[in-house]
């Protein structure tokens, strides 16, 4: 017969449940809010530009690692600010002038340090996200971003180009290089290729079959593909066989009419050819093996979320929601972040949906939902699956 709890373990339980829920509300405000630093300069170089989220800067909250906002306009205005480091990397972040917790920033990763033979920087070829995933982005040069008609309103993919921080085709020879340092010198664990959308129509999977088949030759590293729906389905099967382990196809905004404004080139790929390519995918790649990114805050409500993300589940696609960052240069540079209650209201559901589904972050092979870093969607999950969904209860 088992013996009961006792009421020191129950309420150590009960403590330890608590800490975890203060700390993913603390993430969730700093996603949505940002932070001002004392010392720019402290751990890993913050994101400026480039494909996907990006203006953030890595901290550890409470043994997590997540990307926060550090050069929005919101971010300028955060109430949170972050002391310079301690000599042992702690770092006292403030409400105002309130003490609230302690956090770290991970430092910047050995293999920066190293250039090809040609003198490309390795930073410029591939970056650190989070605090163990090497990202790539094979192609910096998109159809959709050449023409301000077309483009997302929301990316930045040429401005990290265009000031030099990195270059327009990353060969996979170049990728097996870095991805093999990353692995020697920093631990890295899994890896992310992403693309801008080329003039072809596999729409970018081609040229990541052969990044990926390159790295995988080097070194076992997990990788997440990511690009648009190709126009042919084989190609998940030939992604899978160059050593793909994991795919992302990225909705980003789920109502039609929302889609057409923020993004009139992509929006081209409707969203019933993006449900066959998801149900597709999944059966190359298995249940939890592809994922999408949702964008939060950019005028889909919380309903039209939660109801297209049960859609996902129920294909066994995993629906990334990440806080909407507004970067500096772009059209969206002006549009507020969501609020912390309004991403709440999105995460609390949702972290249910996919415990319920059995569809987990953990269980992720490689790529951003695994990684977690650009939403606390993953400590939402760790909540109890149990708890009834009054979200969509009182529909």
């Known amino acids: 017969m088992s013996t009961p709890p006792t009421f020191e373990a129950n309420r150590e339980s009960n403590r330890n449940s608590t800490d975890r829920q203060q ?35 890595a901290v550890t909250v409470d043994g997590t690692t997540i990307m926060v906002p550090v050069h929005t306009g919101s971010a300028f205005n955060s109430p949170f600010i972050a002391e310079a480091p301690d000599a042992d990397g702690r770092v006292q972040l403030r409400r105002g002038s309130i003490p609230i917790a302690q956090i770290r920033f991970p430092e910047q990763p050995r293999f920066y340090a190293l250039q090809t033979l040609d003198g490309v920087p390795y930073s410029h070829i591939a970056t650190l996200h989070g605090a163990d ?78 990044s990926a ?35 992302g196809m990225h909705l980003e905004v789920v109502t039609p009419a929302l889609r057409e404004q923020i993004m009139p080139g992509k929006a081209a790929v409707s969203m019933e050819r993006y449900m066959e390519a998801f149900e597709a995918a ?80 953990t269980d992720i092979k490689a790529g951003c939902g695994k990684c977690g870093a650009c939403s606390s969607l993953s400590s939402y999950e760790k909540q109890d699956a149990h708890q009834p969904d009054t979200h969509h209860a009182a529909r």
């Open 282 to 361: 999944v059966a190359v790649f298995g249940r939890g093996q592809v994922s999408t990114y949702i964008l939060a805050g950019l005028g889909d409500t919380t309903d039209a979320i939660l109801d297209i993300s049960a859609k996902l589940i129920g294909l066994g696609v995993y629906p990334f929601v990440v806080p909407f960052v507004p970067i500096s240069g772009t059209p969206l540079e002006d549009h507020p972040a969501p609020s912390p209650a309004f991403m709440r209201s999105i995460l609390e559901p949702l972290g249910a949906m996919l415990s319920d589904a059995g569809l987990r972050s």
């Open 213 to 247: 088949f390159a790295v995988r030759a080097a070194v076992d590293l997990p990788i997440q593909a990511q690009c648009e729906p190709p126009d042919d389905d084989r190609w998940f099967a030939r992604m899978k066989a160059a050593g793909i382990d994991s795919l």
């Open 23 to 57: 700390a993913t509300a603390l993430m969730t405000e700093l996603q949505s809010f940002g932070l001002r630093l004392a010392d720019p300069g402290a751990g890993a170089p913050s994101r400026r530009g480039g494909a996907g989220p990006s203006d953030h800067k």
């Open 133 to 210: 995933v090497l990202a790539t982005t094979v192609l910096q040069t998109c159809i959709r971003y050449e023409s301000r008609r077309k483009s997302c309103k929301f990316c930045s993919i040429g401005q990290s180009l265009a000031a030099g921080r990195t270059i327009a085709h990353k060969t996979p020879e170049q990728l097996a290089e870095v991805a093999r340092a990353a692995v020697l010198l920093d631990g890295v664990k899994h890896m992310v290729m992403t693309t801008g959308t080329p003039a072809t129509p596999d729409r970018g999977a081609q040229v990541l079959c052969d």
